[in-house]
Every structure is written in structure tokens, then in C-alpha cells.
Nanobody, 125 residues
Framework: QVQFVESGGGLVQPGGSLRLSCAVSGFPFNTYSMSWYRQRPGPGTERELVATITSTGGMTTYVDSVKGRFTISRDNAKNTMYLQMNSLKPEDTAMYYC????????????????WGQGTQVTVSS
């Protein structure tokens, strides 16, 4: 079945950097656009889209709050996606998840309806 395994999170000071990884299995990774999402702490918070990359890696998009600081990439030979996060801010503190892009996820909910365990990113001095 489809599996997402996120890693690379941790505690970092403001201005610091982290590189997240997402190892996937159970589907043809190189045929799907993929995304990173995050869910900030606190009751009632929703998972938000952070960045998306097309199947070949030729196009990327970002939420405005991370543009210029985060870089999404992928290695289709390794079935792995990455998120390089630089100039981290306290408001980046969240649990980070990977999954298919939102349109694909909605259209193919039978395949992409579940989530991995996520990786916690905490930005604090």
C-alpha cells in the first residue's frame, strides 16, 4: 500500500536550516506531482500546503510565506522528495507531511487518503 515516511525534522534556532526527506513506496512515484504540507500546533489548526513539485521536477510552487526560503526537490530514482528549509522562523514550527499534490489527492483519495507520521520542526531560541 501507499506509504510516506518523513524524516529530518528537529529543533533549530531562528535563522537556521533543516532538510526534510520523504521516502515513498506503493505507487509509481515518478508519475505524480508531490507536495509538502504542514500543520501548526494548537487546537483546530488545519494542514496547509507548503510546496508542490511536478513529476519530473520541472516546476515548483510555494506558499507565499516560504518563497525564497524553502526549496522542494525530488529524486525519482530513489523514490524520495526533499524540502530544504533555510532562514527558518518561529512561525515555521509545525509537523511536516508529504503526500500527492492536492488535486491528485482529491481525485485519487482511495490511493492517497492516508498520511505518514510526519516530522516535527520546531524553530525556537
Amino acid at each position: 500500500q501507499v506509504q510516506f515516511v518523513e524524516s529530518g525534522g528537529g529543533l533549530v534556532q531562528p535563522g537556521g536550516s533543516l532538510r526534510l526527506s520523504c521516502a515513498v513506496s506503493g505507487f509509481p512515484f515518478n508519475t505524480y506531482s508531490m507536495s509538502w504540507y504542514r500543520q501548526r500546533p494548537g487546537p483546530g489548526t488545519e494542514r496547509e500546503l507548503v510546496a508542490t513539485i511536478t513529476s519530473t521536477g520541472g516546476m515548483t510552487t510555494y506558499v507565499d510565506s516560504v518563497k525564497g526560503r524553502f526549496t522542494i526537490s525530488r529524486d525519482n530514482a530513489k523514490n524520495t522528495m526533499y524540502l530544504q528549509m533555510n532562514s527558518l522562523k518561529p512561525e515555521d514550527t509545525a509537523m511536516y507531511y508529504c503526500n500527492a499534490d492536492p488535486v491528485t489527492k482529491l481525485r485519487m483519495s482511495h490511493r492517497f487518503g492516508s498520511w505518514g507520521q510526519g516530522t516535527q520542526v520546531t524553530v525556537s531560541s
